[in-house]
């Protein structure tokens, strides 16, 4: 229940200053494919609040499909493409069930005090949409096993 609480009220900041002038939620998506027969998929979505009057506020959104609902499951960005491979860039916060549905959910929001720093510099909205990186989902129970993931940024076609 915290942690429906908590999207819906991030939700809701970015989108308490909305107008009504048809002004549109800037959402860049990518996709999140099976790895090693999970059954598991699902997006990334970056979000960045229209109200925003500086690309230093946004969020990080994962959808999982397939998901056991009752598991864990971890989320992390790296640096480069799946094909290249590469170190972890930042984490993302922990996964959820989101309520009365099937869905395993995490949500980071980004601000002035809680950014990412990559090379002593840090990532903005328009950065993170081109972000030379991807994303890898593991379950807990065994992490050493990517269950789901994707490119994202430039690396993403």
């Known amino acids: 229940m915290k942690n429906l609480i908590l999207l819906l009220f991030t939700v809701a900041v970015f989108c308490s200053s909305c107008n009504n002038d048809d002004e549109s939620i800037p959402i860049e998506e990518f996709t999140i ?3 090693n027969n999970s059954g598991i998929s699902g997006s990334i979505f970056f979000t960045r609040s229209s109200s925003s009057l500086s690309d230093d506020i946004f969020l990080i959104s994962v959808q999982l499909t397939g998901a056991e609902l009752e598991g864990s499951y971890t989320a992390n960005i790296y640096n480069s493409s799946l094909s290249n491979g590469g170190d972890i860039a930042f984490s993302l916060d922990n996964f ?3 309520e009365n549905s099937n869905l395993m959910v995490s949500s980071t929001h980004y601000h002035s005090s809680n ?3 990559i090379e002593d510099e840090v990532l903005n909205y328009q950065e993170l949409i081109v972000f030379d990186g991807h994303i890898k989902i593991f379950n807990n129970d065994d ?5 789901a993931e994707g490119n994202i940024g430039s690396n993403a076609q």
């Open 33 to 35: 494919e099976e790895a």
């Open 96 to 98: 959820y069930n989101l």
């Open 115 to 117: 950014q990412i720093i």
């Open 143 to 147: 992490e050493s096993i990517v269950v």
